[in-house]
Each structure stands twice: as structure tokens, then as C-alpha cells.
């Protein structure tokens, strides 16, 4: 039966793949003209699939399941590449192929004249083939092709100045603390196996009834090592600062709006399975506020614009997880989709930025940008508002839920967590501000003569985010609890929990996360705008404090002296032993087994051959093949076999006969 | 035996014998370019032929097909006994393959005595092809050992370090120490049958051959002891720590052409999978010998990869990464369930894509910097791009991502020893962390940063030789991560019969010897 949404949903991936072979194999031979229409193009035409799926669902409200063919099979296994669409898968699919259409069209500005702008978008393009099945697999296995080929891009992405040692060492870096996550990952997959003698998720969750809590909670706590690893959670995130060496279209897509988001879809695919074990969503949410608040600490005082927006993802993450922790599901994507608005906005104009700088990326050599790239300035701060928490913009909305959430459940730590963690993001997003676009200029006169405003095929992509950064919380989830998100995702991601609340005590809530948002906000105004001097005296005032914030915590410092130089150090010690104990055994029988073949020669020819015509006969022919060819060496060898034959075969014939 | 002859073209006797003849016609050339084309001609010949046998192999079948039987000694049982199954036919194909693409890459990179390389080549070939199309165990032993001659004048004559004549001596000594054991093995394998045939009053007395021993059974502990004997043999030559220091020695010495043979044909496992496991069923599955070599398996894998991560060599690394490679297979081999066999089988073919693969691309380093030392290298990608994307996607490949062949057969190999054993399985999962970090950080060091001091900035990509192998590969490793189908269609009957048979063990068997699919 042809069915015109199955035909939709098999196509979301293949337009981008053909970008990919197209450019990847052709790409040299025609004008990077042609390159990023068929890249930006073929995202656009997945969107406009997307849409299609989406009005769909929307419509009928149906699940749909494609099998696009067998891929692996063999005994009580199979796995399709089969894709799955419901409405959690929409949300994703939305967010993915949209942001990642203006990413790409942004990125046809920000990459123009660069040496590698084909190859660029050949990484782009599979990436989003790779997003795309993450999201959309009816099953565990094809979730993971997903999640490694994600990994991958992202992988070639950070490493895109490849000459660049610190983006070619940040790239290794991502792939193998992201291979931490995925071996959990992998664990949680053949445990789900054992248990359910399936990997489709339907088949899965339909005999969760007869899954024990310990073994839910072992799967579940399996599947957050891999989504720790994936969004950048304690203590798996190290890798996602240094990811900052990608370009800056790559931070935007990739690091902060969709691949990052995978742990949390990933756990709110599997749900389910986490609700079973309350240790494992305990776990969840301390992860998530923990990540929230210590990544936002390190945010205050970084210098690099995109490493504070990086710490800032961390951050922001980490609410997601919380929220998903205390079973907050919609809160969670809702938060994932106003997080991918607002931080693609933020991290897109500071692309704007360092473009209209020339590179240039230390908020201390910035400053006074606000008349010069008036633009991106006011995008910049629509993303800062944003992020802030300050309503009616997008994050106000999706960040208060998370928080309300944990307050009418009475888990007032997470609670607090989250509010300490708001307070330090609304800072440090003003004192980027601030340095960024207000006061003085402190740029280099080089630099200055150069700065210009983004084409428009960069503000255009800006502007579109900015709208949906202002409007986007509002439409998606107001009111709250009770918005048009909630109701999509009702059926997949289950109802918001049982408290209701009074409409006083939503406001009280409100009130008070602006409250802390407005607070956070005149501090950074009182410090960086008002009294500079003040905010070099505190920072003098708490060196201890400052240094260790500065140097993150020497977290890189101390996982290198814990786990990386003890291996190297390991290895050398193996290299050691193998060269000198295995191998100096291997030689020391060797040396007998050649001393030992003057004497077996003799046995050889006086006893061997007419005992053993029976067993020897084809090794003797391979002897005698041998000694055609060379006499001497082989021989040699020959004896050695059949005297050792001949004493083996003594031994054997002993303990049989016993 | 004529009957049987007739049945059908003797396809495997020209499959095995082809490369042979063609060396000794080879030896009649003299001109070096024309004994260049010949060799490659019959090596294209020769694939031509394995293909015909993969596309005419009947899949989802356990049956030995393309069989050929000709007593040979009949009072001691030995026959000249061929065919090939689910099992061997890909290695069939595989070995083909590789030897086209040595003679490919040794066209211009072999410069003396070329006449003798391609010859020693050519009956390399033949002596691998016997190994993996013999049925008979006598025959199966004397390709098993003249497989060495032409590996150790490899090794010794076109081998590039200076320890190139221990390292060949090496590794035929190695081998033949565990061969004497094997053949121990098989002649107690044959004792017993005998002992069966005089029960039984049968006409024949002995045999050697695979398909009738499978009809005995063997008691439980004649099982452990030949099991063990037969270890010998085939951990020897896999190799299989802690017997693998003639591996890293043959590889570094020895030619690129020795070691994408030596890497990428696993001869060793294949003995495993081919003769211990369902000759020896009760053996393979008493407690002692999953243990051990579950455990043999999981050190191989993290001192493998351990070891590889701080090699400075390019070659030394591949050596322990195959080792730490062959201790996933030794693991899914092990599990005993069908996913375990199914992935160690298609790892050892993927190998054959990966880890050969990268060889050649060490040889292609090799023939631009005259070493596989980290020293020589950095910053590769801006002066050979091309040759940077393929040493990615083979080593991606290697490594087990996903969407390469890499992965279908590592993914199987861990669910399989999952469901056996999940103490085991998730020690051996610690192994995908490492194999990341080995290569990555080799790459990065070789490929990726600022050009390095010895870099010539003149430095040619891939040529058309070069890219005919690294295309080839690339092609491969796609087909088999994205679409296994056909392969693991071809496996499948094989394996489920071995399934079926560690499941009923060998005294279950005593009523119908395997079907013969005559063609």
C-alpha cells in the first residue's frame, strides 16, 4: 500500500546523503557555488519532508513505522534500518532540519572563501544524515549508527583547521571521551537485548512489565554513561569546551542545538525505562544539576566568547537532564527546543562577531561593538535576554517549568540548584554583554578599521532565530503545563506530574525566577558597566577562587594525571615486558629447540621415518616439497617436527593408554 | 572418485592450483615488466574465478559445495578432499582479492628480484587457498606448512628492517613448534576414528577427513587433550596472546605485501572456527577452555591496545592492534552462540579489508618517507589529502564505527559473548575505548597538526595504483557496513549447523554425515 508519509519519511535522509556522495566525490570538480546550493538545498528540501511528516502526525496523530531494508540478521537477530515517527521524533526532526537549514545558509557567508569549503559542507551534510537517524530509528541499533556518526562529524568538524594542533587534539579528544559514553551505551544495548530479545523500541517497551527494577535500573544507568557522554555531563563534558575549535556554524549546529541534545532525547525516548528505577532518575537529575551549576561557575570568568557560550551549553544541559530526572519530560524538550532557538542565535552572532573581527575571539580585545555591528548586537541580546530567563522570551518559559517542576515535587536541592544556576547564567550571559558590545573599545586600530557588519545571508538565518528566540517559548508552551508542546508530546513523553498547582503559586514562581534573572543581570551591569574597577578588584580580592575557575578546575589537569599519562605509562611498561620477558622466553626456546635439532637429525634418520610413516607422511611431503626449493633450512625444520612429533606422540599415546 | 570429479568443473582444484602453475610459468619470463603483467593476469585470473565461486555458492546453506574427492593414500585414509562452505567460501574470495592488490602495489615498490617475489607471491596464494578449501586434515597440514616456505623468503629477501632474517625465522619456527603439536592433534583425531571403524566393522579404517570424523564421537577427555594440541597449532599462528611476539617482528621486517597477508588473512582463527569448534564441541564448551581463552581474549584486547597506543611506528601499532583485533575474535568465537560465531567470522573477512588495509596505507606512507616511524610525519593532510581520507575511513573501519564493516562484526562479536558471559562481554566492550584512542592519536600526530621537520611540501597523493587499492578497500568496507546482507546470507547455513552442533554435541551425529551439494 503506498502511503505518501512513508515515502516523506524515507526521504528526510536520503536528499542530504546525496549532497554528501555528490559533494564529497565531485565536489573539487565544480564551483563551491554549486557546492553549498546542493547542501543548503538538500536541508531544505528534508524541512520541507519534515513538514509534511509533521502536518501528518499532527493530523492523524498516528505513529508511523518504515522499514527501509534489512541490514543485519542471523539466528534469534534482526535489525532493520527502519525509522520510527511519533511525535517526540517530530519535535526533533523540526528543531534538526530547520535550525539546520538557517545554519547552513548562515554558513554559506561565514565560510566564503575558505580553502575547505566544500569539504565543510560535505561534514555538515553527513552530519545531518547522522542526526537525522538518531532521531528518527525504530530501534536501539540504528539510534547508534546515529549517535557514532554524529560522534564522527563531529569529530572532522572540530578537527577542520586540521593544521591547527589544538583543533586536531580537541577533535581526538571529543571522539574518545564520546567513546566512553558510547561503550555505556553499547552495554545498555545488549542488556536490552538479553532481556527483551529485541532492539526495536515498540517490541522493548511493550514487555517492560516483566523487567525487574534492578535490571531497569542497571539498562538505565548504562544508557546515561552514553548520554553523559554525548551532552557533556559531569564528568564526561571536557570535551565539549575544547570543541570550540571548530568553526562557528559547526558550535551552533553541532555543540549546542542539536547533537548535545541526544542524551537527553535519548533518555526521554526511554523513558519508560527509566521511570522503573528511581535510583537511576535520582542519578539523572543530581547529574543534571550538578552539571548545570559547576558549569556555569566555570562560565563567569572565561575570556573566550565561544568558550563561555560552550559552558554555558554545559550548563544548560544540565537543566535538561534535571529536568528529565525528576520526570519533567516535556519541560525537558521544551527546554532542548527554546535552548536550540536562543543558543544557535548566540552562538551564530558571536560568529557574526568574530567575522566582523577578523578572528578574533578574547572578550578583553572587544568592547563598544553595540553601534558599530548594530545588528548582531541587538540579535546578541535578544539570545542573552533569552538565556537569561527574563520573560516573555523563550527561555523564561522552558527554564521556569524545569524549576516549578521541582518545586511543587518538593525537591527543593534540585530546586535550588537550578535558581543558583539561573542567577550565575543571567551573569555571566550580561558580563559577555557587556564586554562584548558596551564600554570602550580595547581592539587593536588593525582590527577596528576592519570591522564591519554580516552580509545578509548571515543576519537573515540571525534574524529568523532572534524571532523565534522572542516568541518561540510563548507559542510552544504557554500557558505553562498546559501549552500546544504539552499536549503534542503528551502521548510519548507521558503526562506532567501529578501536583497541580494554584495559579498563586505558578506566579510566586514566575516572580521569583525574574526576580533572580533581573538580579543576576544588575550585577553584571553594576560590575561591568557601572564600577569596572570593582570587578578587578574582587577577582584580585579572591585569587584562590578566580585562578581555579579560570583553569576549570583543573578537571583536564587531573583526569591526564589520573587516566591518560598512568596508560601511556602503562603501555611503555608492557612494551617493556613484552620485548624483553615474552619475547626472551619465546627466544630462550628457540635456542633449545635448535640445539635440540643436531640430536633429533639422528633420531630423524635411525628411528623416526619407519615408526611414523603413518603420521609424518604429509609433513614428510612438505619436507620434501620444501627441499626443492632450498635444501638445507627446511630439512632442518622437518627434523625438528618429527622429533618433537615422535616424543609428543610417546606422551600421548601414555596417557591415552591410561 | 571419478564420478564425483565429473559431477561438476573441478573449479577449486583450478582455483588452488592456478597461482602455482602461473609461478612456475612466470619462472619462463624474463622480461621484469612482463613478469609483472603475467603475475597480475593470473592474480585477476584467479579473482575472477573466486567471484564465480560466490556468486554460484548456493547461500543460507550448510552444505560443502563445489566438492571434490579423490582418495589419495587410501589405506591410511587421506584423500585429496575439497569444498567449501559458509564458512571458508568468503576467505576464498577474500584471499583472491588481497593477492590482486599486493601485486598492485608491489608493481612499482619491489624493485629486485621481481621475478622471484611475484613467483613466492603466487605460491603463497596457492598454499593459503589449500588451507581454506581443504577438507581432508593431512591436506589441510601440508598447506598449512608449505605455507611457510614462501612467507619466510618473503619476509627474508624483501623485507625492509635489519632484522629481517630473525624475524623470518621467527615466525616459521613459531609456527611449526605449534603445527607439531596440531599434527599430534590429528593423528588422535584419526585414532579415534579408527578405534569407531573397528566397533563398527566399517570398511574404511582411517580417514582424515573432516566430514567423517564429524560422524564419530569423541569422549569427553580425548576432546580436551587434542582440543588443546590443536590450540597449539592455530594460537601459534593466529596469533594469540601471549604467543604473538613473532607478529610485530614479521610485520615490521618483513614486506608490506608479507604483512597485509599475514594481517589480513587469519589463518589461525579460521582454524578455530573451521576444525576445534566443531570437531571438539564438548570440548570448546567445558568450563576450563571458555575460561581460558575468554580471559586470553580480554588480556589480548587491552594489552593489544595498550601496547598500540604508545608504538611510535605505524607498523608495531597495527601488529598489536590486529592482536588486540584477534582477541575480539577469539572472544565471539568462544561465546558459542550464533551472534559470537557470526561476528568473529565476519571480523576475520573484515581484517582482511581494515587491517590490511592499513598496511597498505603504511606501505604508502612508507613509499614516500622510506619508514613507518611517527618521526617521519605531521601535518600529512595539506600535502596528501587524498591519502589522508582513505587512512581515515580504513582506520575508522578498524576502529568499528558505524556504517563500516568494522562495526557489524565487533557489534556481533560483543552482543554474542554478551549473552554468553556479560563478566566477559563488558570487559571486552572496554576495548572500543581503546582502539579509538590508539588510532586517533597516531593520527593526529601523523596526519593532522603543522607539517612535520622531514615533510617534503612536494610530496605526491595517491597514485592511480594507489588509489585502484585504497577505492577498492574503501568499497568494500562500505558494502559491508551499509549492506551485509549477502555476506551474512552466505554464512548463515554454516553457522547455524555449528550452532546446532555445539548444541547436540558430537555423539548426536552418529546418523547422517553432512550432505555433499554436488554441482
Known amino acids: 500500500m503506498f502511503d505518501l508519509t512513508d515515502l516523506l519519511i524515507k526521504l528526510i535522509p536520503v536528499f542530504p546523503l546525496l549532497a554528501v556522495i555528490a559533494n564529497g566525490l565531485l565536489g573539487s570538480r565544480y564551483s563551491h557555488e554549486v557546492a553549498h546550493r546542493l547542501a543548503w538545498g538538500s536541508v531544505g528540501l528534508s524541512f520541507l519532508c519534515v513538514i509534511g511528516v509533521f502536518a501528518d502526525v499532527l493530523r492523524t496523530g498516528a505513529t508511523h513505522e518504515v522499514v527501509a531494508y534489512q541490514w543485519i540478521f542471523g539466528g534469534d537477530l534482526t535489525i532493520n534500518l527502519a525509522y520510527l515517527v511519533d511525535p517526540l521524533t517530530c519535535v526533533w526532526l523540526l528543531v534538526v532540519t530547520g535550525i539546520g537549514f538557517l545554519i547552513h545558509v548562515y554558513s554559506v557567508g561565514y565560510m566564503h572563501g575558505e580553502a575547505g569549503f566544500t569539504r565543510f559542507f560535505t561534514y555538515m551534510n553527513l552530519f545531518m544524515v547522522s542526526m537525522l537517524l538518531l532521531v528518527m530509528g525504530n530501534n536501539y541499533a540504528v539510534l547508534f549508527i546515529g549517535w557514532e556518526g554524529v560522534g564522527l562529524c563531529s569529530y572532522l568538524l572540530i578537527g577542520y583547521y586540521y593544521d591547527k594542533v589544538s583543533a586536531a587534539k580537541a577533535a581526538s579528544k571529543a571522539f574518545v571521551v564520546n567513546r566512553i ?92 525505562i527509566f521511570d522503573l528505577s528511581p535510583i537511576a532518575m535520582q542519578t539523572v537529575a543530581i547529574v543534571g544539576g550538578c552539571t548545570a551549576l559547576f558549569a556555569a561557575t566555570i562560565g563567569l570568568v572565561q575570556t573566550d566568547i565561544k568558550r563561555v557560550l560552550a559552558y554555558s551549553t554545559v550548563s544548560q544541559l544540565g537543566y535538561m537532564f534535571l529536568a528529565c530526572g525528576i520526570g519533567a519530560y516535556t519541560a525537558a524538550v521544551f527546554h532542548v527546543m527554546t535552548h536550540a532557538f536562543f543558543k544557535a542565535l548566540l552562538f551564530l552572532s558571536a560568529g557574526s562577531v568574530i567575522h566582523a573581527l577578523s578572528g578574533e575571539q578574547d572578550i578583553r580585545k572587544m568592547g563598544g561593538l553595540s553601534k558599530k555591528i548594530p545588528w548582531t548586537y541587538r540579535l546578541f541580546l535578544i539570545g542573552t535576554i533569552a538565556i537569561a530567563g527574563i520573560p516573555p522570551l523563550a527561555g523564561f518559559w522552558s527554564k521556569d517549568e524545569i524549576m516549578g517542576h521541582a518545586f511543587v515535587n518538593h525537591q527543593f536541592l534540585f530546586y535550588g540548584l537550578a535558581a543558583i544556576g539561573a542567577f550565575l547564567t543571567s551573569f555571566y550571559m550580561f558580563r559577555l554583554t557587556y564586554l562584548t558590545f558596551y564600554g570602550a573599545s580595547r581592539m587593536d586600530h588593525h582590527t577596528e578599521e576592519h570591522v564591519h557588519e554580516s552580509p545578509m545571508v548571515m543576519v537573515g538565518p540571525l534574524m529568523a532565530l532572534g524571532v523565534l528566540s522572542v516568541f518561540g517559548g510563548l507559542i510552544l508552551g504557554f500557558p505553562p ?68 575557575l579560570l583553569n576549570k578546575y583543573y578537571v583536564d589537569e587531573l583526569y591526564d594525571f589520573l587516566f591518560v599519562e598512568p596508560t601511556k605509562r602503562l603501555g611503555e611498561f608492557l612494551d617493556w615486558f613484552d620485548r624483553t620477558v615474552i619475547d626472551g622466553l619465546v627466544n630462550g626456546v628457540a635456542q633449545m629447540a635448535e640445539w635440540g635439532s643436531a640430536g633429533s637429525t639422528w633420531i630423524e634418520k635411525y628411528v623416526v621415518y619407519a615408526g611414523l610413516n603413518v603420521i609424518g607422511f604429509g609433513n614428510h611431503l612438505a619436507a620434501r616439497q620444501g627441499r626443492k626449493l632450498q635444501s638445507g633450512m627446511v630439512h632442518h625444520y622437518a627434523a625438528i617436527i618429527v622429533a618433537g612429533l615422535f616424543l609428543l606422540a610417546l606422551v600421548v599415546q601414555l596417557i591415552v593408554q591410561k | 572418485m571419478l564420478e564425483e570429479l565429473a559431477a561438476g568443473f573441478p573449479i577449486l582444484s583450478c582455483l588452488l592450483f592456478l597461482p602455482f602453475v602461473g609461478a612456475a610459468v612466470l619462472w619462463l619470463v624474463d622480461d621484469e615488466d612482463m613478469v609483472r603483467t603475467s603475475a597480475l593476469t593470473i592474480s585477476l585470473v584467479e579473482l575472477a574465478l573466486a567471484v564465480f565461486v560466490l556468486l554460484r555458492f548456493v547461500p543460507d546453506s550448510a552444505a560443502m559445495q563445489f566438492a571434490e574427492h579423490v582418495r589419495w593414500i587410501p589405506a591410511l585414509g587421506i584423500s585429496y578432499h575439497l569444498a567449501v562452505d559458509g564458512i571458508s567460501v568468503l576467505f576464498v574470495g577474500l584471499t583472491a582479492f588481497l593477492t590482486v592488490l599486493v601485486i598492485v602495489y608491489s608493481w612499482d615498490t619491489i624493485r629486485h628480484q621481481v621475478k622471484l617475489y611475484m613467483m613466492c607471491l603466487l605460491a603463497l596464494e596457492t598454499t593459503t587457498m589449500g588451507v ?77 577427513d573432516l566430514l567423517d570424523l564429524l560422524a564419530v564421537p569423541i569422549p569427553i577427555d580425548q576432546q580436551i587433550l587434542i582440543f588443546w594440541l590443536m590450540f597449539m597449532g592455530f594460537a601459534f599462528k593466529a596469533p594469540v596472546f601471549p604467543f604473538h611476539t613473532w607478529l610485530p617482528d614479521a610485520l615490521l621486517e618483513g614486506p608490506i605485501g608479507m604483512a597485509v597477508v599475514l594481517a589480513g588473512l587469519k589463518l589461525g582463527t579460521f582454524g578455530f572456527i573451521r576444525f576445534s569448534i566443531p570437531l571438539l564441541p564438548e570440548a570448546s564448551k567445558s568450563h576450563t577452555v571458555v575460561t581460558v581463552i575468554m580471559v586470553l581474549g580480554i588480556a589480548a584486547i587491552t594489552y593489544g591496545a595498550i601496547m598500540a597506543l604508545i608504538q611510535p611506528d605505524f607498523r608495531r601499532l597495527l601488529a598489536f592492534s590486529s592482536i588486540s583485533h584477534l582477541g575480539f575474535v577469539m572472544m565471539g568465537l568462544f561465546a558459542l552462540n550464533y551472534q559470537g560465531l557470526q561476528g568473529s567470522l565476519l571480523t576475520m573477512i573484515n581484517l582482511g579489508f581494515s587491517t590490511a588495509g592499513l598496511f597498505f596505507i603504511a606501505g604508502f606512507l612508507y613509499s614516500r618517507q622510506q619508514t613507518t616511524h611517527l618521526s617521519a610525519f605531521g601535518g600529512m593532510a595539506q600535502q596528501v589529502p587524498l591519502l589522508a581520507s582513505f587512512f581515515l575511513l580504513i582506520g575508522l573501519a578498524s576502529i568499528g564505527l558505524p556504517g563500516t564493516n568494522g562495526f557489524v562484526g565487533e557489534f556481533l562479536i560483543l552482543l554474542g559473548t554478551f549473552k554468553a558471559n556479560w563478566v566477559f562481554g563488558a570487559f571486552a566492550v572496554t576495548g572500543v575505548v581503546f582502539g579509538a584512542a590508539y588510532f586517533l592519536w597516531y593520527y593526529e600526530r601523523a596526519i593532522l597538526g603543522p607539517l612535520g621537520k622531514s615533510v617534503k611540501n612536494t610530496m605526491a597523493d595517491l597514485q592511480l595504483r594507489e588509489m585502484v587499492i585504497a577505492v577498492s578497500l574503501a568499497v568494500m568496507i562500505l558494502w559491508i557496513g551499509l549492506y551485509p546482507s549477502p555476506f551474512l546470507h552466505i554464512m548463515n547455513g554454516s553457522i547455524q549447523a555449528l550452532v546446532d552442533r555445539l548444541d547436540h554435541g558430537t555423539v548426536a551425529v552418529l546418523t547422517e554425515p553432512v550432505q555433499r551439494l554436488d554441482r
Not at chain 1, 522 to 546: E, I, R, V
Open chain 1, 481 to 548: 503545563e498546559h501549552g500546544w508542546l504539552h499536549g503534542f508530546l503528551a502521548p510519548v513523553a507521558g503526562a506532567a506530574g501529578g501536583h497541580e498547582t494554584s495559579v498563586a503559586t505558578t506566579l510566586l514562581l514566575m516572580g521569583t525566577a525574574t526576580g533572580i534573572a533581573l538580579v543576576g543581570w544588575g550585577l553584571a551591569h553594576f560590575l561591568y558597566s557601572l564600577s569596572p574597577s570593582t570587578a578587578d578588584n574582587w577577582s584580585a580580592k579572591f585569587q584562590g577562587a578566580y585562578t581555579t
Open chain 1, 181 to 272: 559514553g558510547d561503550a555505556g551505551f553499547l552495554l545498555a544495548i545488549f542488556l536490552i537485548f538479553i532481556n527483551f530479545k529485541t532492539l526495536d523500541y515498540t517490541k522493548v517497551f511493550a514487555q517492560l512489565g516483566q523487567l525487574s527494577p534492578d535490571m531497569a535500573t542497571a539498562i538505565a544507568l548504562c544508557l546515561l554513561v552514553g548520554a553523559v557522554g554525548k551532552s557533556a555531563q559531569l564528568p564526561l563534558y571536557t570535551w565539549l569546551p575544547d570543541a570550540m575549535e571548530g568553526p562557528t556554524p559547526v558550535s551552533a549546529l553541532i555543540h549546542a542545538a542539536t547533537m548535545v541534545t541526544a542524551g537527553v532525547y535519548m533518555i526521554v525516548r526511554n523513558h519508560a
Open chain 2, 132 to 208: 581454506f578449501v581443504s577438507l581432508d586434515l593431512i591436506l589441510f597440514f601440508v598447506f598449512w606448512e608449505l605455507m611457510l616456505i614462501p612467507s619466510y623468503f618473503l619476509i627474508k629477501l624483501w623485507g625492509g628492517g635489519a632484522e629481517r632474517h630473525h624475524a623470518a625465522l621467527k615466525y616459521v619456527l613459531y609456527t611449526l613448534l605449534g603445527s607439531v603439536f596440531m599434527l599430534v592433534g590429528i593423528a588422535l583425531l584419526d585414532l579415534n576414528f579408527h578405534h569407531w571403524a573397528v566397533l563398527r566393522h566399517t570398511d574404511q579404517l582411517y580417514s582424515f
